[in-house]
């Protein structure tokens, strides 16, 4: 297995913006209930969207509209779809949005400004999903609401002015790893999805334990945050959580190309490569960069130059999977962002 543990951080760029903004508050899982911690951070998290769409003029970029999708349980998902304000193409490529929050953070308002920066830049139409999360649904829950909002944005994705065979399906933490998940469910075990169904996917999946040691106390997400999410998850009972990462090469030939954008300074770093490196194998076209010296789900700090790169890599990622691709020869081709020669311990 290859060493990525270059990778890991801090770099000089996240140095510098504690040295300004001081470290990342730890969350309080130890003296706090889930669900407190989930109001608190999704009030937070909701403000700087919010606060986000106005001084990035989003609101006049894109038309928001608030749906429901109907699950196979009788629930209706909270969706909104994000259409570019300026645009006169009948058939939009269509982006499916998982977001992320460790299968327990998340409403419609905390991912406005980040789907309205991909519709705005693509232009895609954007659909949201805002699956159901722990504590007060555990697993599977999330799961069956991601897959059959996938298969009802299929069905109507001509109503809703998209191209039914340029759909791009992915997600960020979390919702990568439902992301991918969704494809795998359509893909290998059973439903073949449209030729030109893709997937761009920032998951995580597998067990690579140098870097959850390497990087075991990380800003952000540290390991006691990923063990506190999964178990949150888990729930009462004694469920294996799905591991995407786990699936056979021979499961993922014919898979769709697969963009991923992985955080060097995380301890889910190594699961990404995995994944990639496994898809590759497969014959799948990969492409994909990795932030090295960067926590996991920096893009929620403005300041960073690294968060600018995001945005780009996001729009470039999604309109990659929509066209012409080939399979890349091993090993696995890195593009690497920021010089890794800055990074601290290297």
Request: aromatic residues 8%; hydrophobic residues 40%; proline residues 7%.
């Amino acid at each position: 297995m290859a060493d990525h543990t270059r990778f890991g951080g801090p770099s000089k760029e996240w140095l510098i913006h504690e040295a300004v903004y001081g470290p990342v508050p730890e969350t309080p899982i130890h003296t706090l209930p889930a669900q407190e911690i989930q109001k608190q951070v999704n009030e937070e998290r909701e403000k700087a969207s919010a606060k986000a769409m106005k001084v990035e003029g989003l609101a006049e970029k894109v038309q928001i509209k608030s749906i429901q999708i109907p699950t196979r349980d009788g629930y209706n998902i909270p969706t909104r779809i994000y259409s570019p304000s300026e645009t006169t193409s009948p058939n939009l490529p269509i982006y499916i949005f998982y977001h992320g929050g460790g299968f327990i953070y998340g409403t419609a308002a905390t991912e406005d400004a980040t789907c309205s920066r991909i519709a705005a830049a693509t232009p895609f139409i954007v659909i949201s999903i805002i699956y159901r999360h722990a504590p007060q649904n555990p697993y599977p829950a999330a799961h069956h609401d991601a897959s059959d909002a996938y298969d009802w944005v299929i069905a109507n994705s001509s109503s809703l002015g998209g191209d039914p065979v340029a759909i791009v399906v992915g997600g960020e933490s979390s919702g990568g790893n439902l992301a991918a998940s969704v494809i795998l469910e359509k893909h290998a075990y059973g439903k073949e999805p449209e030729p030109k169904i893709k997937i761009r996917a920032g998951y995580h999946g597998s067990r690579d334990k140098a870097s959850r040691v390497q990087c075991a106390k990380a800003p952000v997400l540290p390991m006691a945050l990923v063990d506190f999410f999964a178990g949150v998850f888990r729930g009462n009972g004694d469920a294996v959580l799905p591991d995407v990462g786990l699936v056979s090469e021979k499961d993922l030939a014919g898979f769709p190309g697969t963009a991923f954008l992985v955080a060097g300074n995380d301890p889910l770093r190594g699961d990404g490569f995995l994944f990639a490196e496994k898809m590759q194998r497969a014959g799948v076209p990969v492409k994909f960069n990795v932030f090295a010296g960067i926590p996991h789900a920096f893009r929620r700090f403005d300041d960073l130059e690294s968060s600018k790169r995001w945005d780009e890599l996001m729009v470039e990622s999604i309109k990659w999977t929509l066209a012409e691709q080939k399979a890349q020869v091993r090993p696995l081709d890195v593009k690497v962002e920021g010089s890794v020669n800055e990074y601290l311990g290297r």
